[in-house]
């Protein structure tokens, strides 16, 4: 017979283990949330967001967009996987267009511009959120 319980055991334990890791978080605050530094992946993302940017981009992603939809309404029977790629490459032309309408209703969006989870859009006037 198995002498353990179907509950998981005693709660003590893990009451006690929160218990240290908090006192541990108030203690070393900048350890725990990393105050002031950049990820590692962050440059990354910036160059990825660059070069997605521009008018060979939009151009591409713009023929992407044309050829889904007409892929869509002129298709006729195409079978689940096929139209799944096409949605696929719909919605990442979709995301690549995303910065230029962003630009077209005046709005700028500058990465690693804000250091909190905020995210400062400005526009022409001033800042906008």
């Not at 198995?2 to 070393?28: E, Q």
Request: negative net charge; glycine residues 10%.
């Amino acid at each position: 017979m198995n002498s353990y319980s179907k509950t998981g055991g005693s709660k003590i334990p893990c009451m006690s283990l929160l218990l240290v890791f908090s006192i541990l978080a108030s203690v070393f605050p900048g350890t725990v949330h990393a105050v002031g530094e950049a990820l590692p992946y962050e440059a990354g993302i910036d160059v990825l967001i660059t070069s997605l940017q521009g008018p060979v981009p939009f151009i591409i992603s713009l023929v992407g967009i044309v050829a889904c939809g007409a892929m869509l309404i002129f298709g006729g029977e195409i079978s689940g996987f096929m139209r799944t790629m096409v949605f696929i490459v719909l919605v990442v032309s979709v995301i690549v267009q995303a910065s230029t309408i962003i630009s077209i209703l005046g709005l700028e969006w500058t990465p690693g511009a804000a250091q909190s989870t905020d995210v400062i859009m400005y526009n022409t006037y001033g800042r906008v959120s």
